[in-house]
């Protein structure tokens, strides 16, 4: 079983400043994590997604995040926040073992708010 | 590519009817989607999974008499909210793996907002 904990239901930045919204994991299997994107009444757009080949990847928007296994962790990184990063961010764990794909578990989600 | 459609992206009905909700990879074939539903400002729950040629698996606590899936085809899910009641009104949204990727990557529907009156 697997589950994801999402610290801060909401994250407020100022504009230009450091996003860092944090993720911890649980798996009982080497872990594929995702961080997705949510504007409101919309669909989930894929932001960035560790697959074990590379602890610290990048997404798109200038987004990345750091694959830390000894911490279980997962946090999403931007350096400078622009005012379109306001929406919802999901973290979201999946144990695929490669029999088949697997409905992924998410996080509670962090709302993140830029200050102007 | 990995575009998934779902169809409606809104819909209101009187408690009792049912609303049935279309789930659809365009680019690709999906032998397995997720529904999941989401709840306002909650995160997303897998409610079931959907199998191409067989019966859907069901998460616990998922009334399977209730939400009714079919996979009839490799692009084309269907979920039915059937005697839909107001505490079944929330954010229906499907997902579908791209079999060319190996990491179970998830591309996610719109969304389909139900509202039961």
């Known amino acids: 079983a697997q589950s994801v904990t999402q610290l801060g239901s909401h994250v407020s930045v100022s504009e230009g400043a450091l996003v860092l919204l944090r993720c911890n994991y649980s798996s009982s299997v080497p872990p594929y994590l995702f961080w997705y994107v949510q504007y409101p009444n919309q669909g989930l757009q894929l932001l960035l997604k560790y697959t074990s080949a590379a602890t610290l990847v990048k997404g798109i928007n200038g987004f990345e995040a750091e694959f830390k296994k000894s911490e279980t962790s997962f946090h999403l990184t931007k350096p400078s926040a622009h005012m379109s990063d306001a929406a919802e961010y999901f973290c979201a764990v999946s144990a695929y073992s490669g029999g088949g794909a697997d409905g992924l578990t998410f996080g509670k989600g962090t709302h993140l708010i830029i200050q102007p | 590519g990995a575009v998934v459609s779902q169809h409606p992206s809104r819909v209101i009905c009187k408690s009792g009817t049912s609303v049935k909700i279309e789930c659809r990879s365009l680019?690709?074939?999906?032998?397995?989607m997720f529904w999941y539903r989401q709840f306002p400002k909650q995160s997303l729950m897998l409610m079931a999974t959907s199998n191409e040629g067989s019966k859907a698996t069901y998460e616990q606590g998922v009334e399977k008499d209730k939400f009714l899936i079919n996979h009839a085809s490799l692009t084309l899910s269907t979920l039915t909210v059937t005697s839909a009641h107001p505490e079944d009104s929330s954010f229906y949204i499907c997902?579908?793996?791209?079999?060319?990727?190996?990491?179970?990557?998830?591309?996610f529907g719109p969304g389909t907002r139900l509202t039961v009156l």
């Open positions: 680019d690709f074939q999906a032998t397995t």
């Open positions: 997902s579908a793996p791209n079999r060319d990727r190996a990491y179970n990557e998830q591309f």
